[in-house]
Nanobody, 114 residues
Framework: QVQLVESGGGLVQPGGSLRLSCAAS????????MAWYRQAPGKQRELVAD???????TYANSVKGRFTISRDNVKNTLYLQMNSLKPEDTAVYYC????????WGQGTQVTVSS
C-alpha cells in the first residue's frame, strides 16, 4: 500500500506563497495521474489540481493562474506551488491519485490570514 505524506503548509498572509510537497512510498508513483485536494472546515473535499504521468495539468477555476502542480518521478514527490494566496484558500491540503484513491494521508494545514 502506498503511503502519502504531505508537508509545507503553514500560516501566510493574503498575497503570500507556499510550496506544498507530497512524498509517496512505493514505486508506482510515476505511472499515475496524481492530484491535490483540499477540505475547508464544514465543506466537502474538493479537487484543486491534477497532473498526468506525462505532465499534463488541470486546475480548478478558483486556483487557475495562481497555483502550479508539478511532480518529480525520480523522487516520487508531488508539489503544489501556491501564489497570491487568498483567505478562501484556507484548508487542509491532501494529495492522492486522481481516482481509485490510496489511503488518505494526514494532510497539511494552510491558513491564509492577516
Amino acid at each position: 500500500q502506498v503511503q502519502l505524506v504531505e508537508s509545507g503548509g503553514g500560516l501566510v498572509q493574503p498575497g503570500g506563497s507556499l510550496r506544498l510537497s507530497c512524498a509517496a512510498s512505493g514505486n508506482i508513483f510515476s505511472g499515475l495521474t496524481m492530484a491535490w485536494y483540499r477540505q475547508a472546515p464544514g465543506k466537502q473535499r474538493e479537487l484543486v489540481a491534477d497532473i498526468t504521468r506525462g505532465g499534463a495539468t488541470t486546475y480548478a477555476n478558483s486556483v487557475k493562474g495562481r497555483f502550479t502542480i508539478s511532480r518529480d518521478n525520480v523522487k516520487n514527490t508531488l508539489y503544489l506551488q501556491m501564489n497570491s494566496l487568498k483567505p478562501e484558500d484556507t484548508a487542509v491540503y491532501y494529495c492522492n491519485r486522481r481516482e481509485y484513491y490510496f489511503t488518505w494521508g494526514q494532510g497539511t494545514q494552510v491558513t491564509v490570514s492577516s
